[in-house]
């Protein structure tokens, strides 16, 4: 079976550490020592294998808006079943760290979420979103989401990031419901 996993975030050295960016983080995390990320059309992709499973995972080059240029082309290309797509993203109503995995949804104001429902046709897709929390003023959240975690936050991060690896390969092995039931 075949699954395709994309983290959202934007390219480039200014962005590379920032809020925005947790899904780039994530799946960095997770081929670590498995495979390598290769520039391909519209992303940088890398297959790793899971208990018989091809996870192939995305980090789109189209910037956070457009992401769904990337995972429309992906999933064709991949012949790969929309029930087997899950997006990572960060969540600012979530407080930071916090992880929710959920089978279909709302953009919910994400811009990266609501470009993929576009091109894909509908938001029937699996989300998992990492909490990066709201420490900003009415007005900031661009800046916010855009601007590097604090120490504090950096210094805590890789546990959250792991549980989400966790959460990604469960998700390919065990589907989206008894996941969610698990971590959730």
Not at 71 to 77: F, L, S
Not at 128 to 151: A, E, M, T
Request: hydrophobic share 35%.
């Amino acid at each position: 079976m075949k699954y395709l996993i994309a983290g959202l975030g934007n390219i480039g050295a200014e962005y590379e550490l920032t809020r925005h960016n947790i899904g780039f983080l994530v799946l960095d995390r997770l081929v670590e020592g498995k495979a390598e990320f290769e520039l391909e059309r519209h992303a940088h992709k890398a297959l790793i294998k899971h208990k018989g499973r091809q996870i192939h995972l995305i980090k789109p080059t189209t910037f956070m808006n457009l992401s769904g240029k990337a995972v429309n082309y992906w999933q064709q290309q991949l012949k790969i079943e929309k029930q087997n797509i899950l997006v990572v993203t960060d969540d600012t109503s979530l407080p930071f760290g916090k992880l929710r995995m959920r089978a279909k949804g709302s953009d919910a104001g994400h811009n990266g979420l609501k470009n993929i429902e576009q091109m894909t046709g509908g938001n029937n897709y699996a989300r998992l979103r990492f909490g990066i929390g709201d420490d900003f003023h009415q007005g900031q959240k661009v800046d916010y989401v855009l601007s590097p975690f604090k120490k504090e936050e950096f210094d805590t991060i890789l546990e959250p990031i792991d549980k989400c690896c966790e959460m990604i390969l469960s998700f390919a092995t065990n589907g989206v419901v008894r996941t969610m039931n698990q971590y959730n």
